[in-house]
């Protein structure tokens, strides 16, 4: 009996450091333009604060003493600024979503930034654009939503 209790304990404890490791979205996925993000940019009191990282759009109002107005990375905010999170930039640039000759290192720091920081602590709240469609605006047929952090097939953009 003593071995049962010590064995559900130890789950139970396990399963409590195994619980979610990503912060859940509030609000259902949506879709975001260059334009609309750049509506978050932190300059503006009460409103939201999003950046986007591999054009996932996260809400980092929580951690406005990093992203708001006049704080050391705001040039990170209202855009997707993923080659900048990979460099560890703020030149401006760096603040776009082109990963164009990034090497190596800089893409496993992105990797790293993006698991380890933006998803777990941040809730997504859309995708950008540029993820989801070509260019052209034509549907980009590698993007599928099933498989994005966070999805649910409920959720709509």
Same mark, same amino acid.
């Given at each position: 009996?003593?071995?049962?209790?010590?064995?559900?304990? %130890?789950?139970?404890?396990? &399963?409590?450091?195994?619980? !979610?490791?990503? #912060?859940? @979205? =509030?609000?259902? $996925?949506?879709?975001?333009?260059?334009?609309?993000?750049?509506?978050?940019?932190?300059?503006?009191?009460?409103?939201?604060?999003?950046?986007?990282?591999?054009?996932?759009?996260?809400?980092?109002?929580?951690?406005?003493? %990093?992203?708001?107005?006049? &704080?050391?990375?705001?040039? !990170?905010?209202? #855009?997707? @600024? =993923?080659?900048? $999170?990979?460099?560890?930039?703020?030149?401006?640039?760096?603040?776009?979503?082109?990963?164009?000759?990034?090497?190596?290192?800089?893409?496993?720091?992105?990797?790293?930034?993006?698991?380890?920081?933006?998803?777990?602590?941040?809730?997504?709240?859309?995708?950008?654009?540029?993820?989801?469609?070509?260019?052209?605006?034509?549907?980009?047929?590698?993007?599928?939503?099933?498989?994005?952090?966070?999805?649910?097939?409920?959720?709509?953009?």
């Amino acid at each position: 009996m003593r071995v049962f209790v010590l064995f559900f304990v %130890f789950c139970t404890t396990l &399963a409590e450091d195994v619980k !979610l490791t990503y #912060k859940p @979205s =509030t609000t259902p $996925v949506r879709l975001f333009t260059e334009e609309e993000l750049k509506r978050y940019d932190g300059r503006e009191e009460g409103q939201p604060i999003y950046m986007a990282v591999k054009g996932v759009v996260f809400d980092v109002t929580k951690g406005k003493e %990093f992203y708001g107005k006049d &704080a050391p990375y705001n040039a !990170l905010v209202g #855009k997707d @600024s =993923t080659r900048a $999170v990979a460099k560890m930039s703020l030149d401006p640039a760096d603040l776009t979503s082109d990963t164009t000759d990034l090497d190596e290192e800089q893409l496993e720091s992105l990797d790293s930034v993006f698991e380890g920081t933006y998803k777990r602590k941040y809730p997504i709240v859309g995708y950008t654009a540029s993820r989801i469609l070509n260019e052209d605006g034509s549907p980009n047929e590698d993007f599928k939503p099933e498989d994005q952090p966070h999805f649910q097939i409920k959720d709509e953009f």
